[in-house]
């Protein structure tokens, strides 16, 4: 179910965006909420509800707190939520902290429905993968695992383990080549950077010569042969998801 | 007497030809009164040495020569290497007609068993030799017109002029030794034949190589043309902007005369709707998108009025995008001809959104364009446009790639799963 917060201080909006939200989830078949606020200040007092939501809608001309101001408050409370700006005019300029914002929707009547649809189509789209679970046969059982967890695969010797990021006390190896895994990840942003490991570009911090760096530190030694290919796939994923 | 006066003829003939070749060779195209008057002497002096030297072929042949070398130079003035090239060309051309006349004439009277050439035939020979030069002449002519040439420099020529001389040098050379009648004479003369054809194919490598090179030279100079072209539509853009701004201020200074007008009137209510009434005319008329970067703003908005018009919407994601180290010519043509191939290409689509991004993220530029497209792409590395308008398309995804690397960025395509995705990264320091 995808949980979704509102905060507009124009009633006359809120209406608009929930009957839209409605439509959109109504067509694709799929469970939603949504919870409606009039003030920045107002969204900031449900803790509860910065914690659990998945896409965050904020109006960026409110009176009292503005838009871009409640965002940067949400994200020292949640980094990960998607947040969205509403506006009739994309002004970028102003913002010196860099919020992550997914999507900029304007806020003009003939442009609201368009730009709100591909807004819940990329939230929805990025949802399905971080989300997106996987159950094998491991070597202690049959387990699910979050895919976004996998922070990179490593063969040793007829096995491959599953690193993962943060680290679990158990270690996962399954009887399966890396290529096969490889394979099955590859439609989740995953790439191997050797004949021995595959990693998950979203765990990736940088690629330079021959080494890549990831999130929780670990360096992994990148071949010759798949440099370009690594370096490739990286700007290209940094890029889609910039 | 006569004989004298047929050899001033051929002379003539001689001098008329070869001053229309080198006209046809070096480009020449007006003629002085001056050009006229040397090439009259160049006829007299090579008329005198002709007659007088005609018991002394190798010195006749050698003094003929340099006269034309002379006059040409002094009349053409172009560089000494050019004028010894079209010299030697127009020898090598001569030598190999007359002597492949005089193989032609020799194997006749063969078959028809006459033993030698009468007088008369030698004049008629000699006069079919410069006919068959002023043809040559005459199809060099029109190869030039049709630029066939053009891309040729002085490496190419002299690689060129190879050819014909090895030519004359070659039948020279048949002939001298069928003459011979030695089977080891004709033996040498085949293997010299094939040394020379093996080198004259080399030879054409580099040519052609040559060739090429001036090509890319000539593609490279269109994409820069491309390039100031999108700069100008720019700058066109934004002066008409001045211009909008101007009556706008106009406009401002009517309304605040409406206004005062109203209110020394004491008509407040219509004071209030008339100002409202202003008001949400003027918001409708300011800029979309704000980067804070004038330039950036000027294109993106102007795409996203354009993109509007076609049913497709942008989602643009930005930062703010002042004090980029970036030229300005060089961010148009990456964003112009980005979102320029994006609208094209997702037009023919059912869902028209291009998703993009121009922002920082640590010490990055990052450009990032995602449509989704239907059909073939072109190739990725020629980008050779499937428009009618060859000339003036096509050149889009050189231009950013270019534009790209000599900012010392790194620009990739992905099109995998019917969506275009293109991802540049260029260094902010």
Redesign the interface.
């Known amino acids: 179910m995808v949980k979704i917060a509102l905060c507009d201080d124009e009633a006359k909006f809120l209406e608009i965006e929930k009957e839209l939200i409605a439509e959109y989830f109504e067509d694709k078949g799929m469970s939603f909420s949504v919870e409606s606020y009039s003030s920045g200040e107002e969204l900031l007092k449900d803790e509860a509800m910065l914690k659990i939501a998945d896409l965050i809608i904020l109006d960026v001309e409110m009176k009292g707190i503005d838009g871009i101001s409640a965002a940067k408050k949400i994200r020292e409370q949640n980094d990960k939520v998607n947040i969205a700006f509403l506006s009739a005019h994309m002004n970028y300029s102003t913002d010196g902290y860099h919020v992550r914002a997914v999507r900029f929707i304007l806020k003009t009547m003939d442009d609201i429905k368009d730009y709100l649809f591909e807004c819940l189509d990329c939230v929805v789209n990025n949802l399905n993968l971080i989300d997106k679970e996987i159950t094998l046969d491991f070597t202690i059982g049959k387990r699910s695992l979050r895919i976004n967890d996998i922070a990179y695969l490593k063969t040793v010797g007829n096995y491959t383990t599953f690193v993962l990021s943060p680290d679990t006390k158990e270690s996962y190896m399954i009887r399966y080549t890396l290529k096969k895994l490889t394979d099955m990840l590859k439609p989740f942003d995953f790439l191997a950077v050797s004949s021995n490991e595959t990693v998950n570009l979203r765990h990736v911090e940088s690629v330079s010569r021959y080494l890549v760096v990831l999130d929780n530190g670990e360096e992994i030694p990148v071949s010759q042969k798949k440099y370009n290919d690594v370096f490739r796939a990286y700007t290209l994923f940094r890029g889609k998801t910039a | 007497m006569t004989a004298h006066i047929i050899t001033i003829i051929l002379v003539l003939t001689d001098i008329l030809v070869y001053y229309t070749f080198l006209k046809t060779v070096l480009k020449r195209k007006s003629e002085k009164p001056l050009d006229y008057f040397l090439f009259v002497v160049l006829f007299i002096l090579t008329s005198i040495s002709t007659l007088f030297l005609n018991d002394y072929l190798p010195v006749k042949l050698l003094v003929n020569f340099i006269l034309k070398f002379v006059i040409s130079f002094i009349v053409f003035k172009v560089s000494f290497k050019k004028i010894l090239l079209s010299n030697l060309a127009y020898t090598g051309v001569l030598y190999s007609i007359e002597f492949t006349l005089l193989l032609i004439v020799e194997q006749l009277c063969n078959v028809t068993g006459l033993s030698e050439i009468p007088v008369s035939d030698a004049v008629i020979s000699e006069l079919i030799c410069q006919f068959t030069v002023l043809i040559v002449v005459f199809v060099l002519n029109i190869a030039y017109r049709k630029g066939v040439f053009s891309n040729l420099d002085i490496k190419g020529w002299f690689i060129f002029a190879f050819f014909p001389l090895f030519t004359a040098i070659a039948v020279i050379d048949l002939v001298v030794s069928s003459e011979a009648q030695s089977v080891k004479a004709v033996y040498s003369s085949l293997s010299f034949l094939a040394a020379g054809m093996f080198i004259l194919n080399i030879l054409l490598f580099i040519l052609l190589d040559n060739v090429v090179k001036r090509e890319n030279e000539i593609r490279e100079k269109e994409l820069l043309f491309e390039q100031a072209e999108h700069l100008n539509q720019m700058y066109r853009s934004l002066s008409d902007e001045r211009e909008r701004q101007k009556a706008r201020s106009h406009d401002y200074i009517n309304n605040l005369n409406v206004m005062l007008m109203l209110a020394r009137e004491g008509k407040v209510d219509e004071e209030i709707r008339y100002i409202e009434e202003q008001l949400g005319k003027e918001?409708q008329s300011?800029?979309?998108?704000?980067?804070?970067n004038t330039l950036i703003n000027a294109v993106l908005n102007i795409k996203y009025l354009e993109a509007?018009e076609k049913g497709i919407?942008i989602?643009?994601?930005?930062?703010?995008?002042?004090g980029l180290k970036i030229s300005d010519s060089d961010l148009v043509t990456i964003l112009t001809n980005i979102l320029d191939n994006a609208i094209e290409a997702v037009q023919k689509c059912e869902e028209k959104?291009i998703?993009f991004?121009i922002?920082?993220?640590s010490d990055l530029l990052?450009?990032?364009s995602?449509n989704p497209y239907v059909g073939q792409l072109p190739d990725e590395d020629s980008f050779v446009t499937t428009k009618n308008d060859k000339k003036n398309h096509g050149f889009g995804l050189a231009n950013i790639k270019n534009t790209v690397k000599a900012n010392n960025g790194?620009c990739?395509i992905?099109t995998e799963g019917g969506i275009f995705?293109i991802?540049?990264?260029i260094p902010l320091a």
């Open positions: 918001m300011v800029d979309v998108i704000d980067t804070g509007k919407i989602p643009f994601i930005a930062d703010n995008l002042t959104r998703v991004k922002i920082k993220d990052i450009i990032d995602a790194n990739f992905d995705h991802s540049i990264a």
